[in-house]
């Protein structure tokens, strides 16, 4: 059973950049794909991105493609998210997520472990 923690979140103006992170430990973390998450405040969680076991196929919501980049570390137990010009509309909690299995991708409920979630927010 793996652990996850997040960190990296923090206050950024729009227009700015974040890089988060995600930690594992307790688990062999090259057999899990991953993903990231977040929740605003009054709104439902929902998928940020993901990618495979290895890191080469990766898959993102439409609301960052272009301005988020997923990637991990298989020999350091991480996985990241960079993001880019960032807007209001990013302030969230932000969640590294992972399972076993790829599809479905973006579903909350198919993800069987989750970090706490690390803060991000966007001023204008």
């Known amino acids: 059973q793996v652990q996850l923690v997040e960190s990296g979140g923090g206050l950024v103006q729009a227009g700015g950049s974040l890089r988060l992170f995600c930690a594992a430990s307790?688990?062999?973390?090259?057999?899990?794909?991953m993903g990231w998450f977040r929740q605003a405040p009054g709104k439902e969680r929902e998928f940020v991105a993901a990618?495979?076991?290895?890191?080469?196929?990766?898959y993102y919501a439409d609301s960052v493609k272009g301005r988020f980049t997923i990637s991990r570390d298989n020999a350091k137990n991480m996985m990241y998210l960079q993001m880019n010009s960032l807007s209001t509309e990013d302030t969230a909690v932000y969640y590294c997520?992972?399972?076993?299995?790829?599809?479905?991708?973006?579903?909350?409920?198919?993800?069987?472990?989750w970090g706490r979630g690390t803060q991000v927010t966007v001023s204008s």
């Open positions: 997520a992972a399972k076993h299995h790829w599809f479905p991708i973006t579903r909350t409920g198919d993800y069987e472990y």
């Open positions: 307790g688990g062999n973390f090259n057999s899990y794909i």
């Open positions: 990618l495979t076991r290895s890191g080469s196929r990766t």
